[in-house]
């Protein structure tokens, strides 16, 4: 196990591992279920035609987006990697 002490973070204990386990597949299902590609793909767009639509808008909003972009194509990674589990999960 690690310990997180690098990082400032408590030992970590089997029950705060087994607990914290739990709640990380919590939020494995959700963002399983999260739309993310649409999310994604809409966020592309935005980014895409942003500047020509609305420069205005697009230079005060435009880092956020990007930032909104980063955490969705990480997280449709994470989504991507889930569904493989099940799939091999299903597999048994």
Do not use: F
């Not at 919590?26 to 020509?52: F, H, I």
């Not at 230079?59 to 969705?72: G, S, T, V, W």
């Amino acid at each position: 196990m690690v310990s997180g002490q690098a990082s400032g973070q408590p030992r970590i204990t089997k029950q705060n591992y087994e607990s914290s386990l739990v709640g990380t597949w919590a939020l494995a299902q959700l963002v399983a279920e999260a739309p993310l590609e649409e999310m994604l793909g809409a966020a592309e767009r935005a980014d895409a035609v942003g500047a020509a639509l609305d420069p205005t808008l697009y230079r005060e909003k435009h880092r956020a987006l990007h930032e909104d972009i980063e955490m969705l194509r990480a997280l449709r990674h994470v989504q991507l990697t889930i569904d493989s589990i099940k799939r091999r999960r299903a597999g048994r």
